[in-house]
Nanobody, 121 residues
Framework: QVQLVESGGGLVQPGGSLRLSCAAS????????VDWYRQVPGKQRELVAA???????NYADFVKGRFTISRDNAKNTAYLQMNSLKPEDTAVYYC???????????????WGPGTQVTVSS
Protein backbone atom coordinates (compact mmCIF):
# COMPACT_ATOMS: atom_id res chain seq x y z
CA GLN A 1 0.00 0.00 0.00
CA VAL A 2 1.09 3.58 -0.67
CA GLN A 3 0.88 6.22 2.02
CA LEU A 4 0.80 9.97 1.43
CA VAL A 5 1.76 12.65 3.94
CA GLU A 6 1.23 16.36 3.34
CA SER A 7 3.33 19.02 5.01
CA GLY A 8 3.99 22.74 4.80
CA GLY A 9 0.68 24.14 5.96
CA GLY A 10 0.34 26.85 8.56
CA LEU A 11 -0.79 30.39 9.25
CA VAL A 12 0.06 33.08 6.72
CA GLN A 13 -1.05 36.67 6.12
CA PRO A 14 -3.01 37.64 3.01
CA GLY A 15 -0.64 38.07 0.09
CA GLY A 16 1.83 35.63 1.58
CA SER A 17 3.12 32.32 0.26
CA LEU A 18 3.35 28.70 1.33
CA ARG A 19 4.74 25.58 -0.31
CA LEU A 20 2.97 22.32 0.41
CA SER A 21 4.68 18.96 -0.05
CA CYS A 22 3.16 15.53 -0.62
CA ALA A 23 5.54 12.66 0.07
CA ALA A 24 4.62 9.13 -1.04
CA SER A 25 6.01 5.95 0.45
CA UNK A 26 5.31 2.23 0.19
CA UNK A 27 5.05 -0.15 -2.76
CA UNK A 28 5.32 2.16 -5.76
CA UNK A 29 5.96 1.26 -9.37
CA UNK A 30 4.63 4.47 -10.84
CA UNK A 31 2.58 7.42 -9.67
CA UNK A 32 0.51 8.33 -12.70
CA UNK A 33 -1.12 11.51 -11.44
CA VAL A 34 -1.14 13.71 -8.36
CA ASP A 35 -4.02 15.99 -7.45
CA TRP A 36 -4.29 18.66 -4.79
CA TYR A 37 -7.73 19.23 -3.25
CA ARG A 38 -8.97 21.48 -0.50
CA GLN A 39 -11.96 21.38 1.82
CA VAL A 40 -13.58 23.62 4.40
CA PRO A 41 -16.01 22.36 7.06
CA GLY A 42 -19.50 21.75 5.72
CA LYS A 43 -18.46 21.98 2.07
CA GLN A 44 -17.43 19.49 -0.57
CA ARG A 45 -13.81 18.81 -1.34
CA GLU A 46 -12.74 20.73 -4.44
CA LEU A 47 -9.96 20.15 -6.94
CA VAL A 48 -7.19 22.75 -6.84
CA ALA A 49 -4.53 21.44 -9.23
CA ALA A 50 -3.44 18.25 -10.98
CA UNK A 51 -0.29 16.97 -12.62
CA UNK A 52 0.38 13.85 -14.70
CA UNK A 53 3.59 11.84 -14.80
CA UNK A 54 4.77 13.62 -17.94
CA UNK A 55 4.26 17.01 -16.31
CA UNK A 56 0.95 18.12 -17.84
CA UNK A 57 -0.81 20.47 -15.45
CA ASN A 58 -4.35 21.64 -14.84
CA TYR A 59 -5.60 24.27 -12.39
CA ALA A 60 -8.88 25.43 -11.00
CA ASP A 61 -9.76 28.88 -12.30
CA PHE A 62 -9.60 30.43 -8.85
CA VAL A 63 -5.90 29.59 -8.44
CA LYS A 64 -4.57 30.15 -11.97
CA GLY A 65 -1.65 32.55 -11.91
CA ARG A 66 -1.18 32.12 -8.16
CA PHE A 67 -0.52 28.41 -7.54
CA THR A 68 1.97 26.07 -9.21
CA ILE A 69 1.90 22.28 -8.98
CA SER A 70 5.07 20.28 -9.59
CA ARG A 71 6.53 16.85 -8.91
CA ASP A 72 9.87 15.17 -8.44
CA ASN A 73 9.38 11.63 -9.71
CA ALA A 74 12.74 10.44 -8.38
CA LYS A 75 11.71 11.47 -4.87
CA ASN A 76 8.04 10.44 -5.16
CA THR A 77 7.11 13.90 -3.98
CA ALA A 78 4.71 16.51 -5.31
CA TYR A 79 4.47 20.17 -4.40
CA LEU A 80 1.97 22.99 -4.44
CA GLN A 81 3.52 26.45 -4.42
CA MET A 82 0.88 28.93 -3.27
CA ASN A 83 1.47 32.64 -3.81
CA SER A 84 -0.71 35.71 -3.31
CA LEU A 85 -2.80 33.83 -0.79
CA LYS A 86 -6.28 35.07 0.05
CA PRO A 87 -8.46 34.46 3.12
CA GLU A 88 -10.77 32.34 0.96
CA ASP A 89 -7.86 29.95 0.38
CA THR A 90 -8.19 28.86 4.02
CA ALA A 91 -8.89 25.12 4.03
CA VAL A 92 -7.44 21.71 4.71
CA TYR A 93 -5.37 20.77 1.67
CA TYR A 94 -5.22 17.11 0.64
CA CYS A 95 -2.98 15.22 -1.74
CA UNK A 96 -4.41 12.43 -3.90
CA UNK A 97 -2.25 10.07 -5.95
CA UNK A 98 -3.20 7.55 -8.63
CA UNK A 99 -0.58 4.84 -8.80
CA UNK A 100 0.42 1.30 -9.72
CA UNK A 101 2.42 -0.92 -7.38
CA UNK A 102 3.74 -3.19 -10.16
CA UNK A 103 4.02 -3.18 -13.96
CA UNK A 104 0.62 -3.81 -15.50
CA UNK A 105 -1.05 -3.61 -12.13
CA UNK A 106 -4.40 -2.04 -11.42
CA UNK A 107 -4.36 1.71 -11.01
CA UNK A 108 -5.64 2.72 -7.60
CA UNK A 109 -5.65 5.92 -5.58
CA UNK A 110 -5.09 7.04 -2.03
CA TRP A 111 -5.42 10.21 0.05
CA GLY A 112 -3.16 11.88 2.55
CA PRO A 113 -4.50 13.06 5.92
CA GLY A 114 -4.36 16.72 4.92
CA THR A 115 -2.59 19.84 6.14
CA GLN A 116 -4.27 23.01 7.41
CA VAL A 117 -3.71 26.30 5.59
CA THR A 118 -5.03 29.43 7.29
CA VAL A 119 -4.81 32.83 5.59
CA SER A 120 -5.60 35.62 8.03
CA SER A 121 -4.32 39.01 9.11
Amino acid sequence: QVQLVESGGGLVQPGGSLRLSCAASGSIFSINAVDWYRQVPGKQRELVAAITRDGSRNYADFVKGRFTISRDNAKNTAYLQMNSLKPEDTAVYYCNARYRSRPGGLEVFTWGPGTQVTVSS
